[in-house]
């Protein structure tokens, strides 16, 4: 995508009141009109997430961030601190030490600093080890989320977690929030009402369609980057018409809308139904539960 339309695009999002864009791979740092679009939504305005894999980009980048003024987290994306199973993953060879430097100077540089993670059965294992890590390294936040089957994740729907397994995922996820101090525990997960009421009480609810949508370099225009139903492409038509008028978008934002079993549930009002986009994949239904969901 070129820098005019994605100048448009940028525009257009922040005529809709837009608060924030989130930069996301791909590896964003490799685009070669970069750092014109950051700067670009900085003139306008709008705070910048970065989600970058660390791997290639320089202190002295690093510390170029420092000139905007709406700059504000940078995620790295981290699914392990075992060097060869990092590696393994990534499908990149010779980055590891890289990646794991970049994050504690970023840290340096004081900005909001987060790790990504995605869970696998391969690394259910490493996420206290991995929020031990960014605690000692002062990263402020840590988000750690199950592989979806789409996109790469389709390609090894045999890592993706089983339903027992993301049970004992999210027990893990409300054992660390209870305990966790200067380092905050993002995950967020609607099914973390089954475990503790109270804490769900105080989580986000899923933000697909309701206050983010996902572009893809094609301009195709998903609620959320792991549901895999187009809602539009924002090279045919303007971003405002698809955010008001896509039956998809508008079917999300809508309660009735949820399975049988979702709409008696006492835990209904905390977790809508869990993830849409797992419901679809699973049944090609949006309207069914999410397939996780242990009642
Ligand atoms: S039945 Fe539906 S609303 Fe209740 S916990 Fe499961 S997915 Fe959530």
Partial sequence: MNLKIIKRIIREAKEMDTFAISINGGEPTLHPNFWEILKYIDKLG???????NGSTISEKELKKFQNLKNFSCI????????????????GRKGFFEKVIKNIKTATKFNYQVNILTTITRLNLNEIEKIFSFAEKNKVNAVNFFPMVPVGRGKLNENLV???KEFRKFLIKIVEIKKN???TKLLTDHPLIALLDIN???????????????SIT???EVFPCPYFPISC?????ESLKKIWNNNTLLNKLRDDNFLSEKCKVCKFKDSCRGGCRALAFIEFGDINYEDPLCWL
């Fill in 46 to 52: 709008m705070e910048i997430v970065l989600t970058t």
């Fill in 75 to 90: 995620r790295f994306s981290l699914d392990s601190l075992n060097k060869e199973f990092y590696e393994w993953f990534r």
């Fill in 161 to 163: 977690l089983s339903k």
């Fill in 180 to 182: 966790s101090s200067t």
């Fill in 199 to 213: 804490l769900s009480r105080s989580l986000r609810i899923c933000p697909a369609g309701i206050i983010s949508i």
């Fill in 217 to 219: 370099p094609t301009g």
């Fill in 232 to 236: 539009g492409n924002i090279l045919k």
